[in-house]
């Protein structure tokens, strides 16, 4: 009997797997995943090269400094963030809803915002 050369599953690492067209699938678990990538591995990647932009398409970067577009309230605050706060050195995270950057307000501390309400000056 001849081995399989195709590698095993990276979910369950189940030796079974079969070419279906351009992706592999393990009939184990059914996981598919693209063929000649290491599946789990692929998606760490992909998480590294994502790319956050501002309200006008700008790339944004660690330590950039941005403006507020609008304004925004603020839970807690009798008076919000103006429209045209600058932000300084901010830091693109991971957030919840969409909060994808977590800054320093002077005058309200640390916090989270949407790119999509900043500009980068």
Known sequence: MTENPLPPCPECAGAYTYEMGALLVCPECGHEW????????????????RVIKDSV??????????????????????????????VRNIRLVAGVDGHDIDCRIEGFGAMQLKSSVVRKV
């Open 57 to 86: 398409g700008n790339v944004l970067a660690d330590g950039d400094t941005v403006t507020v577009v609008k304004g925004l309230k603020v839970k807690g605050s009798p008076s919000g963030i103006k429209a045209g706060t600058k």
């Open 34 to 49: 693209p063929h000649g990538s290491g599946g789990a591995g692929a998606s760490a990647g992909a998480a590294e090269e």
